[in-house]
DNA sequence: CTGTTAGCGCATTCAA
DNA sequence: TTGAATGCGCTAACAG
C-alpha cells in the first residue's frame, strides 16, 4: 500500500530511501562524486540497484533543454542506400549516448515537412536529412533557429548547410574509365529523372558528359536515357534497336539496373555479349547474376558515420562551418564488361 | 531587444500576446474550443501563425505522462524483412500521430538490453521488439511496469507476449505442395541454424517435416541442413554430390538463397535442371534471375502494420489479450520449379 | 468563458 | 559535504 507502483519510482522516492536529499541522488547520477561520502555514495548505489530505478529522461531534458536525440529524414527508408546509412548513423549515435529517431518521407515533400515540424515540437538537438528540396523555408527556420542541420545525398543550392553525399563526378568517371580501356567508344547513362535538387541523378549526367570527354569520346545525345522507371524498358529497347546502338551502358542506380536486366531478359540480349553493363550500388546479387556484375559501390556506411559525426560536432557547437564533403566510391570489377577487340 | 529568440518562444509568451491567459492558450491548443468567445480564439491562432510557434512536446510529455513515442528495437536493419515493417510500423503510427524510435539490436542481446533500458527511460509509450530471447529478464519488466509490448517475427515460449509473425508452416507446407505437385519427392531444405528462440528457423524446420509426412514424402535427414551461412556452400555441394541427391531444395531465407546461387554457379549446376529451387523472401532480382525464382513472399508489411495496431491498441487499454498472430505468405510462381516427369 | 494554482521529475544555484 | 528552494514549459482542476 506503501509502496508506490515501480514505474512511478522518482528521484524523490530514492533520495528518501537513502536517507539523503534529491539534489544528492541528482549529483550521483551525474557523476559529481567529488563532494560526496563514501557513505552516501554507496547508499545511493544500493537503492538504485535495489529498486532498479532510471532516472527520467524527459524530465530531465526539460530541464537541461537538450534530449540526446537526433532526428533522420530520410527520402525512402525502402532503399537499401538508406538503411545503410541509418545503420552507419545509429552506430555512430550510440557512441555517444544519442538516440535517433527515423521518418520516412516516402518522398514526398508533404511529409517531410510535416516530420521537420513534430521533430521540432520534439525538442531534437539535430537534424539530418535527405532532403526532398521542396521544403526550402523549412530548412530555412532550422537554420534560423541555430538547429544543426546536416544533409545526405543531395545538395540544395544555395543554402549553406553541411552535407555528405557520394562523389557523383568520381562515380561516373570510374565507370566511364573502365569502359574506355575496355575499348569501348559508344556508351550510354539510363538513370531515373533528373529532376531539381536531386543532385544524384543530375551530377551523373553532368558527370557523364564531362567523362565523356575527358577520355575523348564522342557523346550521343540519345545515348542520355533519363525516364521514369516505368519508362526505361522501353526506352532501352529503343536505345538498343537504333542506328549505332551503345556497347556498353552504365546503370544510374539499383532500381534502374533491375528494369535494365529485365529488359535483357525479354529481349534476349545477354550481357556482356550485346553490351557491356556497370551499375551504381553494388547490390546483394552482383556475385550471382549470370553473368557477374561489375558495379560502382557507394560508401554508405561512411557517409552516414560521416554525416553522424558532422552533426554531432555541431551540435556541440565543435564547428561552424559549412563543407560539402564528397565521399569517393569502389568499383568492384565483375564479368559484365567485355573487352572490346580494336578495329584497326 | 525585447524580442526573444524565437526558439524560446513559449505558451507564456504566446498567452501574453495575445492578452489571455497561459491555460487559455493550452484549451486553444488541445482544441477544446467549446467555451471559448470565437474573438479570443482568433487572436490566438493569429499570433500562432505570426510567430510560428509550436508547443514544447517534451514539456507536455512530461505532464501528461505520455511521449506518444514508441520504440521499435530490430534485431538486424539490414534485412530488408525488417525495413519493410518498420516502414509499415512508420505508416501506421504516422496515422495516429506517434513517433518511432528505430533501434537495431544487431543480433546482440547486450545492446538490445541497453536499448530497452534506455527506452524506458525515455518513457515511450510501448515496446515493438523483434526479440533476441536472451533478455528475458527485460521483457518480464516491461510486462512487470505494465509498459505495452509487441513481439514480431519471434515468439518466446513461457512469455505471454502479444506476437505477429509468419505463418511458417504454411509457408513451408505451400513451397513443399508445389514441390510434390511438380513430381518431386527428394526434397531439401536449407536454413541458417535452429538456435533456441529463432522461431522462423525452428518452425521452417519442424514444419518441413509436417508437411513431408503430410504429402507422403520420406524424408532425408541429410536433407535438412541447418548451417551457419559461410558453411552453407560446401554443405550443398556435399548433399549434392551424395546418393539420391534432393531434386528439390527450399532455401529458408534470402541469405541462404544466396549460398545456394553461388553454389550453383561454382559447381556450374543449373537450376532447374539440375534440382528446383524455391525460396522464403521474394528477392528484388527474383524477376530477373535465370531462371526466375519460385519464392514465398512474407506479408512484411502486414506484419509491420498489425504490430503496431496491436501496440496501439494495447496503449490504448482497448485489449488485454495475448494472442499470437500468424500471418499467411504468398506463393509467387516462377521458373525454378521443374514438372518431374513420371517415372511409373 | 477565462484566469489562478499546483504540480510533472529533474538540475542547479545558494545556504547551511 | 548536503539540502531547500526555484523553475524548465505545459496541463488540469478549480475558481471566478
Known amino acids: 500500500m506503501t509502496k508506490k507502483h515501480s514505474s512511478h519510482l522518482t528521484m524523490s522516492d530514492v533520495a528518501k530511501k537513502a536517507n539523503v536529499s534529491k539534489s544528492t541522488v541528482s549529483q550521483y547520477l551525474n557523476g559529481r562524486y567529488e ?22 529522461v524527459v524530465a530531465r531534458s526539460l530541464k537541461v533543454k537538450k534530449t540526446s536525440t537526433i532526428g533522420v529524414i530520410v527520402a525512402n527508408i525502402l532503399h537499401k542506400f538508406s538503411t545503410e546509412i541509418i545503420r552507419a548513423i545509429e552506430d555512430a549515435c550510440m557512441e555517444a549516448d544519442v538516440h535517433v529517431i527515423v521518418c520516412n518521407a516516402d518522398d514526398d515533400p508533404e511529409k517531410e515537412r510535416k516530420y521537420i515540424k513534430a521533430l521540432m515540437a520534439k525538442q531534437v538537438d539535430g537534424f539530418i536529412v535527405f532532403p526532398t528540396g521542396d521544403n526550402i523555408d523549412m530548412y530555412e527556420l532550422l537554420e534560423e533557429r541555430n538547429i544543426p542541420l546536416v544533409f545526405l545525398d543531395r545538395i540544395i543550392p544555395d543554402l ?42 543530375l551530377e551523373r549526367i553532368e558527370g557523364f558528359r564531362i567523362s565523356m570527354e575527358r577520355y575523348g569520346l564522342e557523346m550521343q545525345e540519345n545515348h542520355i536515357i ?39 531478359k525479354n529481349s534476349g540480349r545477354h550481357i556482356p555479349e550485346d553490351f557491356s553493363l556497370i551499375s551504381i550500388d553494388d547490390v546483394s546479387y552482383a556475385n ?57
Open 35 to 56: 563532494f560526496m561520502s563514501k557513505k552516501t555514495r554507496d547508499m545511493i548505489q544500493r537503492v538504485i540497484e535495489e529498486t532498479g530505478y532510471s532516472p527520467n
Open 160 to 201: 549553406a548547410v553541411n552535407t555528405v553525399l557520394l562523389d557523383n563526378f568520381k562515380a561516373v568517371d570510374t565507370a566511364v574509365q573502365v569502359f574506355a580501356q575496355a575499348g569501348h567508344t559508344r556508351i550510354a547513362i539510363v538513370t531515373m529523372p533528373a529532376t531539381a535538387y536531386v543532385t544524384p541523378r
Open 226 to 264: 533519363d525516364q521514369p522507371l516505368d519508362r526505361i524498358q522501353q526506352e532501352v529497347t529503343g536505345m538498343m534497336s537504333g542506328p549505332a546502338p551503345p556497347t556498353a551502358v552504365l546503370a544510374g542506380n539499383d532500381l534502374v539496373l533491375l528494369e535494365i536486366l529485365n529488359e535483357c
Open 288 to 344: 550471382v547474376y549470370q553473368p557477374s556484375l561489375t558495379t560502382i559501390k557507394q560508401p554508405s556506411a561512411e557517409i552516414g558515420e560521416k554525416g553522424a559525426e558532422v552533426l554531432l560536432q555541431k551540435i556541440r557547437g565543435e564547428i561552424n562551418d559549412q563543407q560539402i564533403v564528397r565521399m569517393a566510391p569502389t568499383l568492384i570489377a565483375r564479368e559484365s564488361v567485355k573487352e572490346l577487340i580494336e578495329e584497326n
